[in-house]
Every structure is written in structure tokens, then in C-alpha cells.
């Protein structure tokens, strides 16, 4: 099955400075890669995600960016704020035959944006 | 607000309880999703239901017993839990990926905290 290893664990950044968060995964045929932001008290919520066709996308100071060949996939988050704050997660599937919604997480990196 | 609910968002029970988690979504989704989250773990996936089927186990112990009675609604029933099933049990929601293989994403509830004594 799918193993996705992320990392760092924790991330610890200035406000304004760029948070990166970097993940791979081993199945060559996992073609969709969501991140989640887990604020304290709640449920993962969706930041942006990227599908295997595409090799970078971008929304406003998040962007994600995919390496088929290397297996990996990166979060970057340009000009942090403190309420940037939060545990992100990478995930991966495979959407093929019977794998359809079977997301793979990585472990999780808590990023604390200091004012 | 998500658009997914979770109940109870705290629950403690003994080891030779009997309870059941409830969840429903509100975005007329199709497929909806039971998750573990334990501190220093990934969130590991439990059970998958589309269409009220289910279409994924992913080796979960016959104490937890899941119900999609409709698209809108599931449970987890749970019974003669371990200490070690102590985690955060998220429920989520997405489109259905019906036959053109697509994944969507996933809308989750803020998760029920469960502690076995």
C-alpha cells in the first residue's frame, strides 16, 4: 500500500518569513495530493491540492509544488502569519480501481508562525 | 462550519460500554468516511462508504461497528473497546467518484474525543 513520510515534525518560522513543508510517497500510481491545516479544536481542512498532470499549483501565499519522477511533493507558504499556525498534513491517493477516497496522511508538522 | 457534525464532541466510556458515534453532513455528498487520530500517528482511515456501500475497511477490529443508514448519515458503533482505542474519530464527507475515477476533497467534522478507561 501507499506510505507518505512527511517532514519536518515541527517548523518554527518569523512572520513573513516562508514555512516549507516537504513530503513523499511511495506509489508511482498516486495521482492526487491534498493539504490539510488542523487548527486546535477542529477537523483537517483543506488548503489546496494538486493532481499528477499538473507540477505546480498556486493560490494566493500557498502554492504546491510535485515531483513525479522523485516521488515527492512540497507545501510552501510565502509571507506566514501567526494564524498560519496550525498542523498541516500532506496526504495521497491513488484514484483507481478500488482506491477511490482511500487518502494515505503523513504524520503531520506543526508550524508556529512567532510575531 | 464545515458542513459536517460530529456528536458527542467528548465521550468517555469503560470498557464494557456500549456507545455510538453519530455523524452528518450537510453538503450532499455521497461518500463519507470514518478516520482515527492518535497523538504521534498519521490519521489512519477506517471505513469508506459510497452510496451507502461500504468500499473500504482497512483492517479495523469487529469492536467498531460502522452504519451508513443513508448518504447523509453515519454512525460507529463501538463495544468492549481497548484503552488504546483512546484517539480524536473524525468523520468526512466528499462527492461520490462514481465511474469517472476522480478524487475529491474531503470535508471533515471536528471529530469526536473518545477516551476508554
Known amino acids: 500500500g501507499e506510505n507518505v513520510e512527511q517532514h519536518p515534525s515541527t517548523l518554527s518560522v518569523q512572520e513573513g518569513d516562508s514555512a516549507v513543508i516537504k513530503c513523499t510517497y511511495s506509489?508511482?500510481?498516486?495521482?492526487?495530493f491534498p493539504w490539510y491545516k488542523q487548527e486546535l479544536g477542529k477537523g483537517p481542512q483543506l488548503i489546496i491540492d494538486?493532481?499528477?498532470?499538473?507540477g505546480e499549483k498556486k493560490d494566493q501565499r500557498i502554492a504546491v509544488t510535485l515531483n513525479k519522477t522523485a516521488k515527492h511533493f512540497s507545501l510552501h507558504i510565502t509571507e506566514t502569519q501567526p494564524e498560519d499556525s496550525a498542523v498541516y498534513f500532506c496526504a495521497a491517493n491513488n484514484a483507481g480501481g478500488t482506491s477511490y477516497g482511500k487518502l494515505t496522511f503523513g504524520q503531520g508538522t506543526i508550524l508556529t508562525v512567532h510575531p | 462550519e464545515t458542513g459536517v457534525t460530529q456528536t458527542p464532541r467528548h465521550l468517555v466510556m469503560g470498557m464494557t460500554n456500549k456507545k455510538s458515534l453519530k455523524c452528518e453532513q450537510h453538503l450532499g455528498h455521497n461518500a463519507m468516511y470514518w478516520y482515527k487520530q492518535s497523538a504521534k500517528k498519521p490519521l489512519e482511515l477506517m471505513f469508506v462508504?459510497?452510496?451507502?456501500?461500504q468500499t473500504e475497511n482497512n483492517s479495523v477490529p469487529s469492536r467498531f461497528s460502522p452504519e451508513c443508514p443513508n448518504s447523509s448519515h453515519l454512525f460507529l458503533h463501538l463495544h468492549t473497546l481497548q484503552p488504546e482505542d483512546s484517539a480524536l474519530y473524525l468523520c468526512?464527507?466528499?462527492?461520490?467518484w462514481g465511474n469517472g475515477g476522480h478524487s475529491y476533497e474531503q470535508y471533515f467534522g471536528p471529530g469526536t474525543r473518545l477516551t476508554v478507561t
Open positions: 462508504y459510497n452510496f451507502k456501500e
Open positions: 506509489d508511482s500510481a498516486s495521482n492526487y
Open positions: 494538486i493532481r499528477s498532470n499538473v
Open positions: 468526512a464527507s466528499s462527492q461520490d
